[in-house]
């Protein structure tokens, strides 16, 4: 997005010299890294970096005013619902898709966000990486508000182990071996230590939970969750048993607490207005379907990683609906091809991650990921056979 460094960055690209940054992204873990990184970081000025921002702050404007969870509060499945929800979403992730206006322009648009975690720490070191194997300019930064990666992993640390000893927090997660995005679980071992645990390694005794550390049986006093409940219901029927304890009143702590997922989701959408917020609107509260449906999205409000969206939707689309209540239409946005590659340009969406610690009145904007597409939308199964698409970072000028 800033032509000088893009051209510059283009010109002095070299294959060998991003294999060798794939390899070391790929060993420190071999075989856990299930997505494509992409050939270049974004290099995002300061002008669009405010815009983006300014779109979050307005956001936690309104996650933060006072009624916010009881309107909210029908987003939460009745079989997934939680006990002793937090009274913050720990964490909060945007995802902002650069688009093109019709004045030719380029604006952020947010095209989901949810109160859930995400790679926060294997950006830590696809930064650190990136800085080795390419000319990043000084004056760019993966991480916002001054923040760099040692008082990132601190407040991290202080948010997800908080007062307890590490060995008594864990990573819960479903078969967390088998996640495409492991990667991130063992570097935040690494980095907090505490362990990754599958939801079948869990111990209950009444209301407590425990787990085994090297053989010996350990109390659960914090759970940092990675269990995604539309994820856990479609597993075996053994696994969803297993999963239902959480369900129930434990005595643990949660961070974020797993209604925040749903609470803080697409299901959010429809009480934003701003300009960088798309039109959004509950599929049961639809007066007449568009004539321009073309220029619309159809989205379930509970899944993941894009699964079910409807791109070209058609007015039998909206008519098969049989829970109209559990979607939302989404007014469509033009994704911009900005990132020049050496074939034909790529599309961007960048992640903004938000902490938010106990006691603060508002979360803050730490740092991001970013993801390059050329298919319709962006992830993996869009992308096949692409280059300069994946999983990638963005660098904001300071």
């Given at each position: 997005?800033?032509?000088?460094?893009?051209?510059?960055?283009?010109?002095?690209?070299?294959?060998?010299?991003?294999?060798?940054?794939?390899?070391?992204?790929?060993?420190?873990?071999p075989d856990a890294l299930q997505f494509r990184i992409a050939e270049t970081p974004v290099f995002i000025g300061t002008a669009f970096k405010e815009q983006i921002l300014s779109a979050c702050e307005y956001i936690v404007d309104v996650i933060t005013q006072p009624g916010f969870t009881e309107k909210s509060s029908k987003a939460v499945p009745a079989d997934c619902y939680v006990p002793n929800q937090g009274a913050i979403p720990n964490f909060i992730a945007f995802d902002f898709g650069i688009c093109q206006d019709e004045d030719g322009s380029y604006s952020p648009q947010l095209i989901?966000?949810?109160?859930?975690?995400?790679?926060?720490?294997?950006?830590?070191?696809?930064?650190?990486?990136?800085?080795?194997?390419?000319?990043?300019?000084?004056?760019?930064?993966?991480?916002?508000?001054?923040?760099?990666?040692?008082?990132?992993?601190?407040?991290?640390?202080?948010?997800?182990?908080?007062?307890?000893?590490?060995?008594?927090?864990?990573?819960?997660?479903?078969?967390?071996?088998?996640?495409?995005?492991?990667?991130?679980?063992?570097?935040?071992?690494?980095?907090?230590?505490?362990?990754?645990?599958?939801?079948?390694?869990?111990?209950?005794?009444?209301?407590?939970?425990?787990?085994?550390?090297?053989?010996?049986?350990?109390?659960?006093?914090?759970?940092?969750?990675?269990?995604?409940?539309?994820?856990?219901?479609?597993?075996?029927?053994?696994?969803?048993?297993?999963?239902?304890?959480?369900?129930?009143?434990?005595?643990?702590?949660?961070?974020?607490?797993?209604?925040?997922?749903?609470?803080?989701?697409?299901?959010?959408?429809?009480?934003?207005?701003?300009?960088?917020?798309?039109?959004?609107?509950?599929?049961?509260?639809?007066?007449?379907?568009?004539?321009?449906?073309?220029?619309?999205?159809?989205?379930?409000?509970?899944?993941?990683?894009?699964?079910?969206?409807?791109?070209?939707?058609?007015?039998?689309?909206?008519?098969?609906?049989?829970?109209?209540?559990?979607?939302?239409?989404?007014?469509?946005?033009?994704?911009?091809?900005?990132?020049?590659?050496?074939?034909?340009?790529?599309?961007?969406?960048?992640?903004?991650?938000?902490?938010?610690?106990?006691?603060?009145?508002?979360?803050?904007?730490?740092?991001?990921?970013?993801?390059?597409?050329?298919?319709?939308?962006?992830?993996?199964?869009?992308?096949?056979?692409?280059?300069?698409?994946?999983?990638?970072?963005?660098?904001?000028?300071?």
């Amino acid at each position: 997005m800033v032509s000088a460094i893009r051209d510059s960055f283009n010109e002095s690209f070299s294959n060998v010299q991003y294999e060798k940054y794939v390899d070391v992204l790929t060993n420190a873990y071999p075989d856990a890294l299930q997505f494509r990184i992409a050939e270049t970081p974004v290099f995002i000025g300061t002008a669009f970096k405010e815009q983006i921002l300014s779109a979050c702050e307005y956001i936690v404007d309104v996650i933060t005013q006072p009624g916010f969870t009881e309107k909210s509060s029908k987003a939460v499945p009745a079989d997934c619902y939680v006990p002793n929800q937090g009274a913050i979403p720990n964490f909060i992730a945007f995802d902002f898709g650069i688009c093109q206006d019709e004045d030719g322009s380029y604006s952020p648009q947010l095209i989901e966000m949810q109160g859930f975690p995400t790679l926060f720490a294997f950006q830590l070191v696809q930064d650190e990486e990136t800085r080795k194997h390419f000319d990043i300019p000084a004056n760019y930064s993966a991480y916002l508000n001054g923040f760099d990666k040692d008082s990132y992993i601190k407040l991290l640390k202080e948010i997800i182990v908080g007062k307890h000893h590490p060995e008594n927090v864990i990573l819960l997660e479903v078969l967390p071996h088998q996640q495409k995005t492991r990667v991130d679980f063992y570097y935040t071992e690494q980095f907090l230590g505490i362990k990754t645990v599958c939801v079948t390694e869990l111990i209950k005794e009444g209301n407590q939970l425990f787990y085994l550390l090297n053989g010996v049986k350990t109390k659960v006093e914090r759970i940092y969750n990675r269990v995604i409940f539309d994820d856990l219901q479609k597993q075996s029927l053994e696994i969803q048993e297993k999963g239902k304890i959480l369900l129930e009143e434990l005595a643990v702590e949660w961070v974020p607490h797993p209604n925040w997922f749903y609470l803080l989701s697409k299901y959010t959408l429809p009480f934003l207005n701003h300009p960088s917020v798309p039109k959004t609107c509950f599929l049961n509260t639809l007066l007449s379907i568009p004539e321009d449906l073309e220029n619309y999205v159809l989205k379930p409000l509970f899944s993941f990683s894009g699964q079910g969206v409807i791109i070209d939707v058609t007015k039998e689309d909206i008519e098969e609906i049989k829970d109209p209540e559990n979607w939302i239409l989404q007014r469509k946005v033009k994704y911009a091809d900005v990132i020049k590659t050496p074939n034909v340009p790529a599309k961007a969406e960048v992640r903004i991650f938000y902490f938010w610690k106990d006691g603060e009145a508002r979360p803050v904007a730490t740092c991001n990921l970013g993801r390059l597409s050329k298919g319709k939308m962006i992830g993996v199964r869009y992308n096949k056979d692409n280059d300069w698409v994946g999983g990638t970072i963005a660098y904001f000028e300071q």
